[in-house]
């Protein structure tokens, strides 16, 4: 660990605060300061759930994945749903069921999403050779169970019912169906024999469904499992010959470190998904596009995010009007770029327009969508001074958060309920008030 913190030019105090800070991640009120860092290194060991946050904060700082070991903590822990997991473990059909076994149980959801994200992780090109495909083969080798198109088209009408149920209801109940269906069906249909072809047509369908479940995780903040799922995600992908799930998944990562304030990686992330791409039709152009311009704003590049800003919006222009449920990209998704960049960028009034704009144009029976983008349509019209605005915002928030089961949304409800207690002499903010402790007495009955 010393010889790590001399490499990072790490001072004892910000190293104990960056481990604090990753700790909240997780969820861990961690209080280190620069003695227990002298007491790491006379010997003395963090405790066993902050560990984590330890080789995390090294990892950071140093730009590169360290293990436990080089930490001086000992052997990398692994067990399904920690924080550290094998690349061996997470490109196998055993290491998918393992993750969607846990994410099935009930009494191992508050380690799942404790889980660590790691915002060091290298990602390999999708033209790169990697073992996954070997391994997938050797674990089918000997089969006698055969899969066809039908069996597919399982998976894929799985996949969009499961994105119906998600948008309508939220993640909380949506995921575990997903898992289960991975677990149950989608890691028995992996190992079956089949032609070619088929085979790789169930490796794209499949990771299609788990890049979905890694985006719910993560909308979840369950992020250190939806990075799970994401890599599981890209693994099969690369062994079904998918490009676009491949760089959909990588541009989810990009969406993620952006959520996580991982501003360069988020970045680096969204034009890999770029570069990843095939000769991409525009619908896919204007996802990865928009990504791209979040990403810049997030680093402040304004030049670049409005240029690619106009090319997410000519591509979109391009395009028909067919939507996919899953990774989908409209004028809705456009237009919450919009917004996203022009936050990013300081310009919160013009971000508010546009979120208005994303709220016209997204489906009403969106739930979830619905939820969050109003959810932060609020915060930013209460942070110009637009307090009924807000109210009214929020009012509409709380039509769809009545029907939804979600962690993101239930931070949303949070946040409304700690901003307007400020303002309760105003009689908008007190009937808003008023109505989120009703529904708040509701949701914690039902």
């Known amino acids: 660990m010393a010889r790590l913190l001399d490499e990072g030019d790490y001072l004892h105090r910000q190293f104990a ?26 010997g003395a060991v963090p405790k066993k759930e902050a560990r984590p946050a330890v080789v995390e904060a090294l990892s950071r700082r140093l730009g590169r994945p360290i293990t436990f070991e080089e930490a001086g903590l000992g052997a990398t822990p692994f067990l399904a749903g920690m924080d550290v997991a094998p690349e061996h473990a997470l490109n196998t059909i055993e290491g998918l069921v393992d993750t969607g076994r846990a994410d099935m149980d009930p009494s191992r959801r508050t380690v ?40 597919v088209a399982v998976v894929r009408s799985m996949t969009d019912k499961i994105a119906d149920i998600l948008d309508e209801l939220g993640g909380a109940h949506a995921r575990p169906m997903a898992a289960a269906f991975i677990v149950n069906s989608v890691a028995s249909y992996l190992r079956a024999d089949g032609t070619e072809a ?25 992020h250190g499992l939806g990075q799970r799922y994401y890599r599981q995600a890209l693994g099969l992908a690369k062994a079904g010959n998918d490009q676009v799930t491949y760089c959909r998944t990588l541009r989810g990562m ?3 470190a952006a959520n996580l304030k991982h501003a360069n990686k988020a970045l680096d992330l969204a034009d890999s998904a770029a570069e990843a791409a095939p ?35 000519a591509a979109l222009s391009k395009a028909d009007n067919r939507r996919d449920a899953v990774g989908g990209y409209d004028r809705a998704a456009y237009e919450f770029h919009v917004s996203s960049v022009l936050y990013a960028l300081g310009d919160v009034p013009g971000s508010i327009e546009a979120m208005k704009a994303s709220n ?54 949070t946040i409304m309920r ?10 908008r903010a007190r009937e808003l008030n008023e109505r989120a402790r009703e529904l708040a007495r509701l949701k914690a009955a039902a």
């Open 17 to 42: 605060q960056a481990v604090n800070r990753i700790g909240a991640e997780r969820g861990l009120k961690l209080t280190y300061d620069e003695s227990s860092v002298a007491h790491w290194l006379k």
């Open 112 to 151: 799942l999403t404790t889980a660590l994200y790691s915002a060091t992780l290298a990602v390999p090109r999708f033209d790169e050779a990697d073992e996954t495909l070997d391994r997938l083969e050797h674990q089918a080798a000997g089969r006698t169970v055969k899969i066809g198109p039908g069996d």
């Open 198 to 222: 088929i085979k790789n047509d169930m490796r794209a369908a499949a990771s299609d469904l788990v890049y979905l479940t890694g985006w719910m995780a993560m909308y979840e903040k369950a």
């Open 254 to 256: 990009a969406l993620q």
């Open 279 to 313: 000769s991409a039709g525009p619908r896919l152009q204007a996802f990865l596009r928009g990504q791209q311009a979040h990403g810049a704003a997030l680093v402040g590049d304004r030049s670049q995010a409005f240029t690619r800003l106009r090319e997410t919006e």
């Open 360 to 413: 016209r144009a997204r489906p009403p029976m969106e739930k979830q969508g619905n939820a969050h983008a109003n959810g932060l349509l609020a915060q930013r019209q209460l942070e110009v001074g637009h307090l009924e605005a807000a109210c009214e915002t929020w009012g509409a928030f709380l039509d769809d958060y009545a029907a939804l089961s979600s962690a993101r949304a239930d931070e949303h409800f």
């Open 418 to 427: 700690r901003r307007i207690r400020p303002y309760l002499s105003n009689p």
